[in-house]
């Protein structure tokens, strides 16, 4: 089976990007693409579990997190453990690899851009309702609100007629 390492990394440093050029090959150009996007992506595709290791273990020793996966990124992260894999911790070394553990072919594709979710519109509260007013049938109504309730008990106590009643069509005036 072949893996892929995600890399979620919000911090760089010239560490992370002597590890990029050293261990994986990239050049600063795509480096810098990738700090762009703050590396939501996979780093690395279509690798051996021995080449996900080595890449993990230097990473890891230089406080860089990345992440093994099935290609798919973020969402199918696999734990060392469930392969039965155990780190062996080492002090961090001056350099790390006289060649790139991996082929170009390996490396993230950045002509493709990242998917960005889009902002959210308008407010998560919105209160725009959605209810048809069983009189008159119109859409125009408004959630009756516990202050309006409040001050409609106040001055007509129980006699009021917003007692039981959860939305008022703006139409025909009728509560329901």
């Not at 050029?21 to 810098?32: A, K, M, P, S």
């Not at 230097?58 to 780190?87: K, M, T």
């Not at 851009?113 to 209810?131: A, E, M, R």
Request: net charge negative; glycine share 6%.
């Amino acid at each position: 089976m072949l893996y892929s390492l995600y890399a979620p990394m919000w911090r760089s440093n010239e560490v992370l990007k002597k590890l990029l050029r050293e261990v994986l090959g990239y050049t600063n150009d795509e480096i810098e693409i990738m700090i762009s996007e703050h590396f939501g992506r996979n780093i690395v595709n279509n690798i051996t579990i021995e080449q996900a290791q080595k890449i993990t273990k230097i990473f890891g020793d230089n406080d860089f997190s990345v992440y093994l996966n099935d290609g798919y990124g973020v969402e199918h992260v696999i734990a060392w453990s469930q392969l039965g894999i155990d780190w062996i911790d080492e002090s961090p070394k001056a350099h790390y690899c006289d060649k790139p553990l991996v082929s170009r072919e390996q490396l993230a594709d950045l002509s493709i851009p990242k998917k960005i979710d889009p902002p959210i519109q308008g407010s998560l509260f919105n209160t725009k309702p959605t209810v048809k007013c069983p009189y008159c049938k119109s859409d125009n109504t408004s959630k009756i609100g516990t202050i309006n309730r409040v001050l409609s008990i106040g001055v007509f106590g129980f006699a009021s007629g917003k007692i039981g009643k959860q939305w008022h069509c703006n139409e025909c005036d009728s509560d329901f």
